[in-house]
Structure formats: C-alpha cells, structure tokens
C-alpha cells in the first residue's frame, strides 16, 4: 500500500454536475484511495441558498453561501467551479490561484473571454487549472489536444459541440418534423433552455469553438472572435434536400490553420453521410481533429448532463491532486492574441434554396447572377410549386464574399421570392 | 520567449514508425520550441544495419547497430524504443530506465506479456514510461485512461484495434467477396502480413486487450489471459445474415468488469448497425468505453501506419519530455495480478449457422439439443439447399459453457454437418 495524501476540494455551486460530483468522489473514494493513494473529500461547497433542496446529502457546516470563504480557506486543497457565467466566477477563480490552490473549471464562458489572463495567473501561481468538462463534457478532449496532440501539426478541428441543437436535427432528420417542433420536444425534454437562444443561435458552441482553436493551435482565440450562425433558419426543405443528395445537416464548430492565421467559425453544414461526423445522434457530441501525422481522429460521447460534466471534472480533480502531492504543475501556455481570418476570406461549396417565380428565363436570370460573381454551379435542380417554383443549387467552391454579393444580386431580382436555404458543403475534401 | 531546454533522443529501431519520428520531430521543432521550452533533437539511431536504405536522412555518426550503447549513454535524456517483440527490447527498455531515462515504447507485446515489471522499473527510477502508440496507433487512448478517467467505474471497453481484421471484414461486408479474397487484397495493399497469423487470429488484438484491461481497470493483465478467436471462419453467409438481421461483423477486443475480476477477450462479434462500433470501416481502430458516470465515449482513428503511430510516439515524448524538464513523472500504477473470469462463463446471445440433411424432425432435433442445454431459441431461419438445409439461429442470452455443450451434442446428431457460424452478439444491451 502507498502513503494515502488528504486532499480537500472546495466546489463552489452545487447543481447538476456539482451534486454528481460529490457522488462520484464518495463512490470512487476506496479506489482512488487504493489506486491513487489519494483520499478526496469534498470539504466546502459554496451555494446561493443553503435551504435549497439538493440530489445529495451534505453534512452541516460544508455549505456556505460565502464562496470566497472557500477560495481563501487555508484547509481547502483545490477548488472546483461550477458557478458559470462571468462574475463572480472570474474573481473566485482568479481569487483561488492567487491562493496557490489548483482550480478545476466547467466555465466555457469565462475561459472563451477571459482564459488569457486565467492561464497566466495559474502559471504564475504554478498550479494546475483544469478545464475538461468546459468543452464536449466528458469527452476527453483538452486533454488529448494539450498533451497527446500538442506537437501534433493539426490542421482542422470540427465539432458537434452542442448537444441541443444536434438533438433538434436529428429529430428533423429522423422524424421529418419541422424545427419549432423539434426545439418544443427538446425544452420538454430539458435538453433545451425556455430561452434557447444561447444553444440555438450558436452562441454556446462558438465559446466552445474560441476554446478548442486557443489549445489546439496555441494562440489566443476568444468568443467574440467567432463566426457563428444559428438553426433557426433551417427547414424540413433544406434537411429533405441534403438527405437526397447524400449529405446530413449538422451544426458545427470549425477551427482550421490558415499559415499563421486561424479560421474560426460555426454555422450549420452539410456533410456527406460516410462522413464520421455525420453519424452523431441525438444529444451526443463529437470532435473530428485532422492532423498532417496523425491523419482523422473522433472523439465521441456526452457533451452535457450531470455526471458526464462531473466525470471530466473528476479526471482534471485527480490530476491536479496528483500534481500537488508531487509539487509540480503544468501550465496552459501563453499564447498570443490570433490573427483571425475574415469569414469573407473564407471558401466553401454552397447549398442555396431560392424561391422563385415560375415563367421562362427565370432560371438563366438566377443562373446569370452567380455567373457574374463567379460562383460556378455543381449541380442544380427546380421543383414546380404551382406559379412558384423552387430553384435548389450546391455551388463549386466559392468565397463567403462572393456568395454574400449574390446572395444580395439575387434578392434584387424580381422574379426570386425568400431564399430559404444557405448552408456550406464541407467535408467532401 | 521561455528557455529552451535541450532534450536528446536516443531511438531504437528506425523503420517505417521511426522514420516518420524522425520527420515530425524535425517538421515540428521550431513549433515545439516556441510552444513548450523545449528543443527535442533525435542525435542517436539504433539500427540493424547502417548500410540499409532509410526514408530519412541521418548525419553520419547518428546510426549505430550497438542499441545498448544508446540507452546507457549519459548524453541521451530520453529513449524511444520501436523494435518491437520481446528480446532484445525488453532488455534495452529495462537498461534505459535503471540509467534513469524516461523510456517511450510503441511495444504491444513487450507490454502484454512484461507490462507489470516495467511498470515498475519505471516507478523504482522514478520516471516515465509511455506507451501511447502501443495500443491502437495515433488514437489517444491510453492517455485518457490513466488520466482523464483514472477515477471513472469503467464497465467495459470494446475496441476495433486491429486494422488488417477490419479491412478484411469491412470489404467482405462492402464488396461481398470472401475471406480468402479479402485477405489476399489486403496483403496487396500492404495492411496485411504475408503470414497474417498474428492479425487474423487474434493474438495481435489479444496484446492490445490485455494492456486495456491493465491501464482501464487497474489490475495486472497478461497477454495469456485473454480468450481468443481470429475471423478466418468467418463467411460470407454469416456476413449476409449479419445484415439481413440489422447487425455488422466485426473483431472486438471486449473487457469488462465483473465484480473484482475482469473478463477479457478477443472474437468476431455481431454488432448492432446503429452502435458507433458498426460504421467504423476500412482499416480504421475505435475503442468504445461504457463507464457508470460518463456514459458512452468512442476514440476513433487511425491504429496503424508510420505517420499516425509516430505522432502518438511524439506525444508520449513531449511529456516525458516537459515532465523531465519540470524533474517529476508520473508512475503508471503497481498493479496486482487479475482475477479473470473464465470465458466458459460468459454469456451472451449467439448466432449459429448450421447445415443439416433437409428431412422432416430435422428441426425438432436440433432445437431439441439447444434445449436440453437450456439454450433457448430468439429467431429462427431454415434455407433449402436441395439435399440439405441451413438453419439460422439467434439464440437469447446463454453461457459459453452451454453453448460448447450444445456444439458438443449437435455435432453428434448424423444429420447435422457442418456447424459453419459460431457468433456472439454483443451491443444490444
């Protein structure tokens, strides 16, 4: 048997994950003692009401509504932040390493905003700062791409990132019903917010996708640095279309080298069916990382929920103690601001849906406006709707420039009603 | 800029995975040096023969063919061993870490059958021993296990870690051809031996089971525990069932937890199309892993080939690297040996092809024998074949014991023939 060290973790909030956490550490605590030689116990949880009803007992005198009672507590080891948001959470965090204690972090938010000046304070403190659960929930991910991957000259990371809008599109996919139909089944299943808006809008993989570019291509990407669009917009139309033509809509999170520049971006895609991301269900995310040595990986698994988030926070939690009973830390990195490409700059094959009238000409009219931007058709097909008809192209492969100049052409034209459909085609490369 | 701290690889072995170390340590320097403080220069080559053509160039005084002159060497911080087999490399790895040098293997077999004492030789000299590219090539795998979920109940693991069986299955799958064809071509191709003893029976997937079990569950398993069956039965009619029934053919190493033993195994298994086992084609691994709080995960990649293994090589390196920069490691564990459960007590439902003489009772007395055995019947199928029959059966969740027993009994009966398909499937719990 070895030594077995005490370690003392402060958690600041004690929701879903928070209350999964404390179970899995009293489950895990015999082997981890026994494996690790570690004993972990949860000392200190910070909440905002102490009366509240919880999914795990606590004993009296653990709660607190002070959590910088806990960040500044001489017994406490680690602290664990569960809070979410910006502020407090910052200060606490901020708070904690100054401590000199480890901090572990499920905050996508604050490190999407403020993760510079996070990993520079760890680093000064020399402690670990451990942020697993923030990105893909328990799916290793920042692990891998912070260790295993980091000499590893990765070129693209793209992501089924959020777990909401992927249940929302694959119910569309799979049972045919339209998008208010989906989102109302994925708030009754608590898989979405009543005000989705963070989730569909893209507002939540986008802090992801600023995370994901900052690791795995050491620069410093932040939220505000992302391209994002939203689902709102897609239909049965667009979903129907791309399954005939071969192709699933996913939304996804893309970050890609550009020499010294990174792209980063999120917006609904169009990806061919053999494609490994395009068989992700349901609420599960994936991580699809394309590297010159080590070819196509996936990472696959539960991007949200209880104790998934809380698995991810555990390993970051062992790791950190193990760290502090060997004396050493391993920094983020410094890195500095990125130069990010304009989504203007970028290229892709587009998917359009225009509806428009239906006489003759109409179509060389619609034809003749990307022509004249240079955007070159791949294939084209036009469905009769009595006087209307639908006009559906997947174009070559065209700047966002160029398709925003057509796009705005061909809304000028009077015989081109909405156009309802814009999607990137990606991963046919 | 952070200072550079200078690490010197001695490697051992310089083939199609050495070379392409050689290639990204020197593509990647400068990157890695601005990254980490570190500049990682491979300045000794252990070979065979120097005479020998190589895919990299090496400055003369480089290359030697005396390997332990290498790990004994004091100007060498790191050693990375790429013989692959038992003797010498055990040897080497053994004298790299009584020198107190971390030690990077991409050795399956060293670690299947001698895992437990160099695990501890690595621990005794207090340094690192990383073995990333042993088990399912560029995948970040064992990384995760001894770190991200170090503290996860892990239930079982299930991988596709032999890319030659999967090849061979997946175009017997595609392209209907027979086992014989598909082996053939993939000899062509080069992803097949020309023996292919090791891949296509099992005993390659058999190595890398035991060094998942060891590192998921943290107990001391052997190559030699592991229960093994390659696929060279497996037939094309079993492949067409499989389908027609919803499920894939695939080789799994299988590891599962079952109180404080472990079961550990290797054989084709039927799979269900919808599990993300089943769509992972050509000659791709995937490792599928079942834990009490994280859910389901899947790591997929490439598990073989110079480029991908090198990188997870590179990846082990780095942190043997960054951890002797920061004079810490990190010991694998000291693991006791395994309680393994016999693999006649194992259950799952089987699949069974069996031809039988096409006359009246014949049914009768073939599910009388699976009856007597308490095996009972989930869906049946018979097929005439003029003088002959085939019967399919899915049997409902039975032993391995009483399965042996009813092949044992049927064997008997004059009007049973061949029993051709013998499955278990798995993945429909």
Do not use: W
Not at 64 to 79: E, G, K, L, N, Y
Not at 185 to 204: C, K, W
């Amino acid at each position: 048997m070895q030594p077995v060290h005490s370690i003392r973790v402060g958690l600041l909030g004690c929701g879903h994950v928070g209350s999964a956490l404390v179970d899995l550490v009293r489950h895990q605590r015999r082997t981890v003692g026994a494996r690790l030689g570690l004993d972990i116990e949860i000392t200190r949880v910070a909440v905002r009401s102490i009366a509240k009803e919880r999914a795990v007992e606590l004993e009296a005198g653990v709660l607190t509504t002070d959590a910088r009672s806990v960040t500044v507590d001489p017994d406490i080891d680690v602290v664990v932040e569960l809070i979410g948001g910006i502020e407090p959470a910052r200060e606490l965090v901020l708070s904690a390493l100054a401590e000199g204690k480890p901090v572990v972090t499920g905050n996508k938010e604050l490190l999407a905003n403020h993760g510079a000046e996070l990993y520079a304070a760890a680093a000064d403190a020399g402690v670990d700062l451990g942020f697993e659960a923030a990105v893909a929930g328990g799916i290793p991910l920042i692990r891998p791409l912070r260790e295993s991957l980091v000499g590893e000259p990765v070129t693209r990371v793209m992501g089924i990132v959020n777990g909401t809008t992927n249940y929302i599109l694959s119910q569309m996919t799979e049972s045919g019903v339209d998008y208010a139909s989906a989102l109302a089944e994925a708030q009754s299943l608590g898989y979405a917010e009543r005000d989705p808006t963070a989730d569909v809008e893209g507002f939540d993989a986008a802090a992801k996708a600023a995370v994901i570019a900052t690791i795995a291509f050491g620069v410093d990407v932040v939220a505000g640095d992302v391209y994002h669009e939203g689902i709102a917009d897609i239909t049965s139309t667009d979903i129907d279309f791309a399954h005939r033509l071969g192709y699933v809509v996913k939304l996804l999170a893309i970050v890609e080298r550009r020499g010294e520049a990174v792209a980063v971006r999120v917006h609904p895609t169009m990806l061919p069916m053999a494609h490994p991301l395009a068989s992700v269900r349901d609420s599960f995310n994936a991580v699809f990382i394309e590297g010159d040595a080590v070819g196509e990986l996936m990472l696959y698994g539960r991007g949200a929920g209880g104790p998934p988030t809380a698995s991810a926070t555990f390993g970051d939690l062992l790791d950190a103690a193990r760290n502090l009973v060997d004396g050493t830390s391993r920094a983020v990195g410094s890195f500095e601001r990125a130069q990010i490409v304009p989504i203007d700059d970028l290229e892709s094959d587009f998917y359009l849906n225009v509806d428009v009238t239906d006489r003759p000409g109409v179509l060389a009219e619609v034809a003749g406006v990307l022509g004249a931007h240079g955007v070159s058709i791949g294939s084209m097909e036009q469905i009769g709707l009595g006087e209307r008809a639908r006009i559906i192209f997947i174009t070559h492969r065209a700047s966002e420039r160029a398709l925003q100049a057509t796009l705005r052409d061909l809304r000028q034209l009077d015989s081109v009603g909405q156009i309802n459909g814009v999607l990137r085609v990606i991963g046919d490369d």
